[in-house]
């Protein structure tokens, strides 16, 4: 939490006036016992009306000062914790954007969600309350006493006393609550884990009719999450109540001996007010106080999970070479290559060696599970290899800078991902200053052109969120076209064609090829009719090359690449599109 401080260095006038306004706002409320022992003292045991009058004056004077002091305090307060929220945030989503996949997978994406919202909110809020009430509580505590003391030794020992035992107190549930709400914290990630995860998938809970076992899952992760809360809660409410009693017993304990002292003469009724009202002011404040160490509790505990996360750093270490084709032969070359997920047993790919030629189309092939996505990942880094090497222009991928070497590399997901904003918005992802020209020619061979043309204000045309305005298929040619808008060098599809008919997967195959300077194109499917055209095709079994080469080499040399073909073709008696 401590190192989370260096952003409000932008706001040392904001965090200096603030409390500055607060101890003013103090002074002139300590003031007002003793202006209120002079009226009794003076005043009201003398008759004197004018002086009376002259006091309440002096009473209203130093109310308003106060006033407009609280109010310019929490300004500078809430300013430098807004501000400090947004600089935390910013920073915080930059690092995430940092992230290798690997280590986004290992954080989770729930856990990220709360500690960009929930724990964030929980520190603004402590930063707030702490410019506010941290310098002004204590100050008024123990400038009480003090005033205590001015006016009576004896009488102000029973101060001291109070103040000694009440933080005691409050250290001892502060050091046991701190650790308690991290739980807490972590708790929330699991239950925003469970709802996200219904959330995205209601419509297959549904269509297996598994509602109330999903609201049951839910409920004893929620209701688990609530007794531990309340748990927490029941210890650190304990603070108001023992504050109470320890300081109604020691004002029950001052006015029983000033009582004494004011009929024995060493205290006047007015100074004994006074030292009533300095011990009601102390209340108030140990009670705010309380409250103040309870949100600072929590602040601490969101705050270590925030600065967790910001000083993650991404396992994957940036490269310091710009991007370049090289004149090599072979532009792309998997030098037996091995690669196993974080926290895996054994690998998902082992021993891949095979070479890619500019401008030639790879198939990949392989049952569910083959290890076909996870190969093309290492293509543009995003996972790194265990073993062996990833070549593109004669380099090793990990030599090359990120930035510039993934621009050159056009990416379609599993899941087509559009975003909220208009067409046009969505293709500049692939290009920033693209022309309306180069946007409608990758629509064009994306197959996506009359999508476009069918929509009211065509390229203005908005999308809604995750792009529930679109059929599957019509996102899948979108999030093609997305990625031939930057005209790349190496073009993915991750099984991007599955949503797509027979005849417009083939016509997309074809206008891809006719490009100019057509990018090397890796093309992962389930269908053998799309790679079939392919100049060369992995066939991968457990993460394993079954087999490499063309179609009709692969049907008369490998058996699994025939098992595929035929269970797709053969027993329908039909032909390969």
């Not at 002074?27 to 202006?35: A, I």
């Not at 949503?499 to 997309?508: Q, S």
Request: aromatic share 8%; charged share 25%; net charge neutral.
């Amino acid at each position: 939490m401590r190192k989370l401080l260096i952003f409000l260095k932008e706001y040392k006038k904001e965090t200096f006036l603030g409390p500055l306004f607060k101890l003013l706002e103090a002074s002139f409320e300590l003031m007002v016992p003793l202006v209120i022992a002079s009226m009794i003292d003076k005043g009201i045991a003398f008759g004197d009306k004018s002086y009376v009058i002259k006091m309440c004056l002096i009473l209203l004077l130093l109310c308003v000062v106060g006033f407009f002091s609280a109010i310019t305090a929490q300004y500078f307060a809430a300013k430098a914790a807004a501000g400090f929220a947004a600089k935390v945030k910013r920073a915080l989503f930059d690092n995430i954007q940092k992230l290798s996949f690997s280590d986004m997978d290992s954080v989770g994406t729930s856990t990220m969600i709360t500690r960009m919202t929930s724990d964030i909110n929980q520190v603004q809020q402590g930063v707030n309350m702490t410019i506010r009430l941290l310098l002004r509580s204590p100050f008024v505590v123990f400038g009480a006493m003090v005033m205590a003391f001015t006016i009576n030794v004896r009488q102000a020992l029973i101060f001291l006393v109070t103040i000694i035992v009440l933080f005691v107190v409050v250290g001892v549930i502060m050091g046991w609550s701190i650790p308690q709400y991290g739980k807490i914290q972590g708790g929330l990630d699991v239950l925003l884990r469970l709802t996200r995860e219904n959330h995205s998938g209601v419509r297959v809970i549904r269509a297996f009719g598994l509602e109330e076992q999903e609201k049951r899952n839910f409920n004893e992760s929620n209701d688990k999450l609530m007794s531990f809360q309340k748990f927490v809660g029941n210890v650190t409410a304990l603070m108001n109540p023992v504050t109470y009693a320890i300081l109604n017993l020691a004002v029950a304990y001052l006015i029983y001996r000033g009582a004494f002292y004011v009929n024995s003469g060493e205290l006047t009724q007015g100074q004994m007010v006074a030292l009533y009202n300095y011990m009601s002011q102390i209340l108030i404040e140990l009670i705010k106080f309380a409250n103040l160490i309870l949100t600072i509790t929590k602040a601490i505990a969101s705050g270590n999970r925030v600065q967790e996360l910001l000083e993650l750093k991404s396992s994957m270490v940036d490269g310091n070479k710009a991007y370049h084709q090289g004149k090599d032969e072979d532009f792309i070359v998997f030098d037996n290559v091995s690669m196993r997920y974080q926290g895996d047993n054994e690998d998902s790919l082992k021993d891949i060696s095979f070479t890619a030629k500019k401008g030639e189309k790879i198939g990949i092939i392989g049952g569910t599970g083959s290890g076909k996505s996870t190969l093309v990942n290492l293509i543009p880094r995003f996972y790194d290899v265990t073993q062996g090497k990833v070549l593109i222009g004669g380099e090793d991928v990990r030599e090359y800078k990120l930035d510039t070497f993934r621009e050159k590399i056009g990416v379609v997901p599993q899941k087509a991902v559009l975003f909220h904003g208009s067409i046009r918005d969505n293709m500049k992802w692939g290009k920033a200053d693209a022309s309306d020209e180069e946007i409608n020619k990758a629509l064009e061979i994306a197959q996506a052109k009359e999508v476009v043309d069918s929509k009211e204000n065509g390229l203005d045309y908005e999308v809604s969120q995750g792009g529930k305005n679109f059929s599957g298929g019509q996102k899948q040619r979108l999030t093609i076209a997305r990625a031939l808008v930057r005209k790349p060098d190496i073009l993915i599809l991750d099984d991007s064609a599955s949503a797509l008919d027979y005849l417009t997967d083939k016509n997309l195959r074809k206008a891809i090829a006719g490009m100019d300077n057509p990018p090397t194109t890796f093309i992962v499917s389930q269908r053998t009719s799309a790679v079939l055209d392919c100049d060369k095709i992995i066939v991968l079994d457990n993460g394993q090359v079954a087999g490499i080469g063309t179609h009709d080499k692969l049907l008369s040399e490998c058996e699994l690449y025939k098992e595929i073909y035929d269970s797709q073709f053969k027993k329908e008696g039909g032909d390969a599109v």
